[in-house]
């Protein structure tokens, strides 16, 4: 099998991507190790997997290749943040209706268990999906691992990216005619950035400074509930209990149209599974579903257990407390 342990500084970053990419990253550098450089070790790449050719997978089997790094210092982060990491892959490749619960908690095992963040800047891992494109050819999903430069204008400690070979239709869809890695803006790809044990997808990034109470005041509804999603991802857990104030003045209106209700319900939902508390989580996602079938769209019951449901499902299984 031949294995394309290239560098992710080889992909290009064309278009929209390339601003956020820049501010998070700018002068990018790769941290010494006790000796004085980063280190792969001369051993061969780590395969994880039934099958050590992708072409040889199955349909929905999976395969890792790791690059092998002396002294690994693994990615260490919060249940959520996991979460998090696993509901924008499956959101950008549109895999949220395909694979069931227990294969996207598979995945995310796949994507992220023993990932070396102390590998030198670039591609540190390749995970497949079996048999994913028409011509029953894998998907292909590199993982690349870089340090921001002292003054990346978005401080993180690490950007994480996650680039596929599937490549993406005028509106957004993925083509399933067979992958190719282009770029970052032409192929399904997420980049998040890492900081402690918190990952935000750079979809929620901003460089400007979060607004006063005075100026959330003055928003509308929808602009508060999307305020409160940014706060919500983001990789600042205090903006998680902002998040939560402004959602509950919302509901306590009780005068907002069904959708704003409704994602400020999610939002409340989200912040009890970012502070780990499955309990709360339960009781909001159960009123969730009964309220539902009051919001017109595609906000159905069945729609919303396939896409956030999802959440509820994985931090349990992280947390211990959910059977597999």
């Given at each position: 099998?031949?294995?394309?342990?290239?560098?992710?500084?080889?992909?290009?970053?064309?278009?929209?991507?390339?601003?956020?990419?820049?501010?998070?990253?700018?002068?990018?550098?790769?941290?010494?190790?006790?000796?004085?450089?980063?280190?792969?070790?001369?051993?061969?790449?780590?395969?994880?997997?039934?099958?050590?050719?992708?072409?040889?997978?199955?349909?929905?089997?999976?395969?890792?290749?790791?690059?092998?790094?002396?002294?690994p210092r693994y990615l260490s982060c919060s249940a959520w943040s996991k979460a998090k990491i696993l509901s924008s892959v499956l959101s950008s490749l549109k895999l949220h209706e395909e694979l069931s619960r227990e294969k996207k908690?598979?995945?995310?095992?796949?994507?992220?268990?023993?990932?070396?963040?102390?590998?030198?800047?670039?591609?540190?891992?390749?995970?497949?999906?079996?048999?994913?494109?028409?011509?029953?050819?894998?998907?292909?999903?590199?993982?690349?691992?870089?340090?921001?430069?002292?003054?990346?204008?978005?401080?993180?400690?690490?950007?994480?990216?996650?680039?596929?070979?599937?490549?993406?239709?005028?509106?957004?869809?993925?083509?399933?005619?067979?992958?190719?890695?282009?770029?970052?803006?032409?192929?399904?790809?997420?980049?998040?950035?890492?900081?402690?044990?918190?990952?935000?997808?750079?979809?929620?990034?901003?460089?400007?400074?979060?607004?006063?109470?005075?100026?959330?005041?003055?928003?509308?509804?929808?602009?508060?509930?999307?305020?409160?999603?940014?706060?919500?991802?983001?990789?600042?857990?205090?903006?998680?209990?902002?998040?939560?104030?402004?959602?509950?003045?919302?509901?306590?209106?009780?005068?907002?149209?069904?959708?704003?209700?409704?994602?400020?319900?999610?939002?409340?939902?989200?912040?009890?599974?970012?502070?780990?508390?499955?309990?709360?989580?339960?009781?909001?996602?159960?009123?969730?579903?009964?309220?539902?079938?009051?919001?017109?769209?595609?906000?159905?019951?069945?729609?919303?257990?396939?896409?956030?449901?999802?959440?509820?499902?994985?931090?349990?299984?992280?947390?211990?407390?959910?059977?597999?």
């Amino acid at each position: 099998m031949r294995l394309h342990l290239t560098t992710l500084q080889k992909w290009s970053i064309p278009g929209v991507l390339a601003t956020i990419v820049f501010l998070a990253l700018s002068c990018a550098s790769t941290p010494e190790t006790s000796n004085g450089s980063p280190q792969t070790s001369g051993d061969k790449p780590i395969v994880r997997g039934i099958a050590e050719n992708p072409d040889k997978l199955q349909s929905q089997e999976f395969l890792s290749v790791t690059l092998p790094v002396s002294n690994p210092r693994y990615l260490s982060c919060s249940a959520w943040s996991k979460a998090k990491i696993l509901s924008s892959v499956l959101s950008s490749l549109k895999l949220h209706e395909e694979l069931s619960r227990e294969k996207k908690f598979e995945l995310l095992s796949y994507l992220i268990d023993e990932l070396p963040v102390n590998a030198p800047d670039g591609l540190v891992r390749q995970v497949y999906v079996g048999q994913f494109f028409e011509n029953k050819s894998p998907l292909e999903i590199r993982i690349g691992v870089f340090t921001p430069g002292k003054d990346a204008t978005i401080k993180s400690d690490k950007i994480l990216v996650f680039m596929s070979n599937a490549l993406l239709g005028k509106d957004g869809e993925i083509l399933r005619g067979g992958g190719k890695i282009i770029d970052l803006d032409a192929n399904a790809s997420v980049l998040m950035i890492l900081v402690g044990d918190q990952v935000a997808d750079t979809e929620f990034l901003t460089n400007k400074p979060d607004p006063s109470w005075e100026e959330i005041e003055k928003m509308s509804s929808f602009e508060k509930v999307f305020l409160a999603q940014r706060f919500i991802q983001d990789a600042n857990p205090a903006n998680d209990a902002n998040a939560e104030k402004i959602c509950q003045s919302i509901l306590a209106k009780g005068d907002s149209e069904p959708a704003v209700t409704i994602m400020a319900m999610l939002m409340m939902y989200n912040a009890s599974l970012a502070k780990e508390n499955i309990p709360a989580a339960e009781q909001w996602w159960a009123k969730i579903l009964e309220f539902s079938p009051k919001v017109p769209g595609d906000m159905t019951p069945a729609n919303l257990e396939t896409m956030n449901g999802t959440d509820l499902y994985i931090m349990k299984r992280l947390l211990g407390k959910a059977s597999s």
